[in-house]
């Protein structure tokens, strides 16, 4: 298979993190005799840097013109202290998923037995979780109307859902739960905003197509609650962009850590993988970061871009296997109780093609 | 002390729990030979059953008229299944939030070591914690305009903030920082939104009053992480009214259950007592709430709004005995590894009473 791959590596330990995904990509193009060609492009703060613009047109241009897009992550602590800030490396980001038209943010929670330990949560609580997040990616109070008051001193941002956003997104979320265990629950706050009563509504009406699936509705509030004190109620859940944006951060615990999700964000144009993790400059460039949250979005790149089921799979099985053999990075190593191999960003990054090399 | 108390029941589950709140107060008034008098009013679904109004004009005069209100509960799972409806029952609880002007909620996440184990949280990780939420109350998403355009097809709600309210919660805030640990965590989504971006400008500015004051700006999502993944770490929190929201729901499992927490809304008028928890209506009438919520909003009330700090303390005191003896109410028994002595609702009231008799 012939495939051309844009790789933006962006800031923070988004090189670290994307230097292994492209690898693991380049052995399982040479495993399986793929022909995958890379290029790469700036966004987020090193764009802003080299050209003044978080997403340069360069780069929108390549990844249209690509099958797949591995991102990093973007962000600078310089940004988060001025609040002022005009230019913004997250505005890059935001603008990407509105151009491709990449409305549909998937991340699955993918829970690890051997990562029963690292979360806060309690193993017994976790065991068996399984969840599948659809979060709506290009509306929302993210893309609404942002206004400031001539004098500075009132703000506002627009929180605004057209139905066929809903019902587009809907839809492949009751796909997904009929190939799964057929039960969707959508989050919303529907007993306060409009905007939630038009989702829930829409949300009501599509589900009439898929009378097998069991649809629930879900105050975020609630939902918040719910998430860690019984995740396996959960299989498919559906929400919005904001709420998607908080649930699926907190989820990253029942993952043991946040440096263990990945997503994909599908819809018209090229899809687009990325670990839900951020730029994490606290960590950048000490080879701390876990490569596998990069590793596991081309798992979902070879699968949902590409077909790639069997070559996808095996990345996963390969993770199991590296953990399995007791092998962690920082994040995921409960050094207080067990006699765990900790690994660096690199070394983890290698081990996982050498298993590669091995299972295959 | 002379005091003229309002109790609003509401619906659901909280007619059961104000019983014990209520009772509670009297057996207070006795012990210490306060004379606080009682009135009832309604709010929410059992208000439009009997006015059409969620919040009947007689209510609101009364809870004018008040020294302190205990609140139960609002909401009815008709409503929650019908999104269209137009008046509902929380619209009575935003609306006295919001005529009272109470601004700050203060939600204090109490863990009584006794329920280490009711959480789904490892012991390990909670030991210790003590969190002061401050949720903006009558701003944000929930008070700016919504609008559902003609054809019903695009909905929206305006998050909007104006200096003033952000900088007297801030003052609110800070002032409880310095009388605890020093440290404020103020958390927003400022990468994305204007509205943040203000909230953080001003937060940044207000926190120059207070140096000794140890200040973190944390971003909506990552914080929805941290809460569960190191709740230790956070000793004030101060937000805006959706994200309070949210966070202080997820919080819920550091105090073991929802049936733990309690709130006191605050600002220019009356003080207003609640428990975090709604209206459960699937246990409701069955005697399996926790009436504990409404009891240490009592506490709340007592400290807060009436200065009666021994009273107030006397409470919690005797909630601890009462749990260190091995009493609990369903929600936080895990059944499975100890033997607990489960009460329903009335019996865990009635106890508490006997205990204040005890130890007083
Ligand atoms: C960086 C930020 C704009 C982004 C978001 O809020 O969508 C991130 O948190 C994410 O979840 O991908
Ligand atoms: C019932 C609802 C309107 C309310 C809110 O969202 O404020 C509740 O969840 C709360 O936290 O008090």
Redesign the pocket.
Known sequence: MNKKILVIPGDGIGPEVTTWGKAVLEKIAEVYGHDFSFQEALMGHVAIEATGNPLPDETLAKAQQSDAILFGAVGHAKYDNDPAAKVRPEQGLLKIRKELGLYANLRPILLFDELLDASSIKPSILKGTDILFFRELTGDVYFGEKKRSEDGNTASDLMIYERYEIERIAHKAFEAAMTRNKRLCSVD?A??LESSRLWRETVQQVSKNYPEVETEHM?I?NAAMQLIKDPKRFDVVLTANLFGDILTDEASQIAGSMGMLASASVGDGTGFFEPIHGSAHDIAGKDLANPLASILSVALMLDISFGLKAESQLIIDVIKKVLAEGFRTNDIADGSTNPYKVLGTQDMGKLILKFIDQQS
Do not use: G, I
């Open positions: 706050k007993n306060v105050f509030d």
